[in-house]
């Protein structure tokens, strides 16, 4: 279902795949039984495509993986975060368009 | 040029779709971020007919639609950004560019209303939120608040009590507009506490880019209260999505569209469906048979001007 350009992000690889990166790197924090979550998949699909090479694009499950959910004080899926030297440096709350996510990460690539 | 466009793929959208399919009208169906509509945020839907055990709301959506897509039905993801009418062409701009039709079928539904208070969109994702099936999850031993006194706040109350500790539910009246089941069923729920006549001044803390509390005031004593809570789930209603048609079509003082003759709105071959057009009866059944409705007012249209 999802491209393999779309990594998973867990508790136990978040520091090494998500903190540590040399490029920015957006996380989706999704979970199996949120119908807008699922329908946001397609979008960071394609946002993988897009930025491919040049933003690393994964998914989070809330679910399995509740360590790094807590820790960014997530209350709400979907959740868009993207994270850059070791930050979250930005989010995109609930659903949005491509256009909403572009905008974020291409403010932050810059 | 096509026969029949479709703003929106909740069950009045896919409805529509699937009689002017079987009409063999090849309908387009355009659908927005919220794909699926309001069911796609429910859980176990037990009054939609013929699912004697009831179904999962996102299933209903996900029949509906592979049945359309059976007869035909293309449903393509975009935006609109605009609707003109000129002569009997009516043109629906999209972010993929414009599309030409003879007849639109409107089915954008309508979206949940917020508080309006200035903490509030702050707060969103960090314990504000107004789908309980999404984020109910998070607040798994933790007080929460509901905020209404209609179907879709008692049903939230009632899912929510799964997770939370306790659920106060915050409506302004004395009395709630609930049906009677759905009534009868928080009532006798030992976690879900109400507070009367209360209205909601502020959700804190922003500050702290979490939601720590609920601050309401009676509006028959005047008392302030601070309730401490970990989420406020808001339910007090909809607006309907017609800002696209504003001066084009004719709407209530509320903004929902005005129909005459089953589906017919104030602009020839325009017709609409769903919530985008209902204030009163607002369910799935009700949505799918307006959709119906559209769907067969939009094939006459089409078989006079053919004429």
Known sequence: MASDKVATFTDSNFDADVLKATTPVLVDFWAEWCGPCRALGPTIDAIATDYAGKV???????????NVTVQYQVRGIPAVMLFKGGKMVDQVVGLADKAAFKQMIDKHLA | MRNV?????????????????RANLS??????????????????????????????????????????????????????????????TITVTTDQGPIETTSLIIATGATAKLLGLPNERALMGH??????????????????????????????????????????????????????I??????????????????????????????????????????TKEIPVDGVFVAIGHTPNTSLFTGLLETDANGYLLTKDGSKTSVPGVFACGDVQDHIYRQAITAAGSGCMAALDAERYLEHLGQ
């Open chain 1, 56 to 66: 690393r694009v994964g998914k989070l499950n809330v679910d399995e993986n509740q």
């Open chain 2, 5 to 21: 466009v479709i703003i929106g793929s909740g069950p009045a959208g896919l409805t529509a779709a699937l009689y002017t399919a």
């Open chain 2, 182 to 223: 759905m009534q009868d069923k928080a009532f006798k729920n030992p976690k879900i506490e109400f507070e009367w006549d209360s209205e909601v001044l502020d959700v804190k803390d922003a500050a702290q880019g979490v939601v720590s509390a609920i601050v309401t005031r009676n509006l028959k004593t005047g008392v």
């Open chain 2, 127 to 180: 314990g504000v939120s107004t789908c309980a099936t999404c984020d109910g999850f998070f607040f798994r031993g933790k007080p929460i608040a509901v905020v209404g006194g209609g179907d879709s706040a008692l049903e939230e109350a009632n899912f929510l009590t799964r997770f939370a500790s306790k659920v106060t539910l915050i409506h302004r009246r004395d009395t709630l507009r609930a049906s009677k």
């Open chain 2, 27 to 88: 309908p387009l169906v355009i659908e927005g971020l919220d794909a699926g509509g309001q069911l796609m945020l429910t859980t176990e839907v037990d009054n939609f007919p013929g699912f004697r055990d009831g179904i999962m709301g996102p299933d209903l959506m996900a029949n509906m639609r592979a049945q359309a897509e059976r007869f035909g039905a293309e449903i393509k993801q975009g935006r609109v950004s605009a609707v003109t009418v000129t002569g009997s």
